[in-house]
């Protein structure tokens, strides 16, 4: 009796089972058919590159250290950190003073590039035409990297208190 029982309750599962079936088909086939939209979706990602650099003026402190054969003036380079973003095609940096520096008075920097990026060796004179310190910049996102600056007066150097303005761009290269 009890098979009787359990075969008698699968069969009528079963049956219920066809019958849902048979109605869920039949409401499907009342449902209007979908409608389909499709969309165009835009969208536009500028090129971005720009340069922060920590720090709005070197000051230089130059004393005289005695005489020596090379030099007598004792120098102190000023490290800074900057911050640098550039996608899209690849950029370089300059750098350019806004007038020559004086006999006897040199300015270099050297700046340590960001990952991909190219440097130049050691430290660089800087002057008042445009001078290339990074090239093949690109890909970068605010990677935080250092430059030094050194100031180097040899005895020529005249007495005086002088500023210049240095400018980087960065650009197209």
């Not at 070197?58 to 004792?74: A, E, I, P, S, Y």
């Amino acid at each position: 009796m009890a098979q009787n029982f359990i075969g008698g309750r699968m069969k009528r599962s079963f049956l219920l089972l066809i019958l849902l079936s048979i109605v869920l088909c039949s409401l499907h086939s009342q449902i209007p058919p979908q409608h389909i939209w499709h969309l165009n979706v835009n969208f536009n990602i500028p090129e971005v590159y720009y340069i922060q650099i920590n720090g709005s003026s070197l000051n230089f402190d130059v004393r005289f250290r005695g005489f020596t054969h090379t030099n007598m003036w004792q120098i102190n380079n000023i490290p800074l950190t900057y911050i640098i973003s550039a996608n899209g095609s690849a950029k370089k940096l300059t750098a350019q003073l806004s007038e020559s520096m004086p006999s006897g008075v040199e300015l270099s920097m050297r700046i340590t590039a960001p990952e991909g990026a190219r440097s130049h060796p050691g430290f660089l004179e800087l002057t008042n035409t445009p001078k290339d310190v990074l090239n093949d910049i690109r890909n970068v996102h605010n990677q935080h990297r250092t430059m030094e600056f050194q100031l180097r007066v040899n005895n020529e150097a005249p007495v005086m208190a002088v500023q210049r303005t240095l400018t980087f761009i960065l650009r197209d290269q």
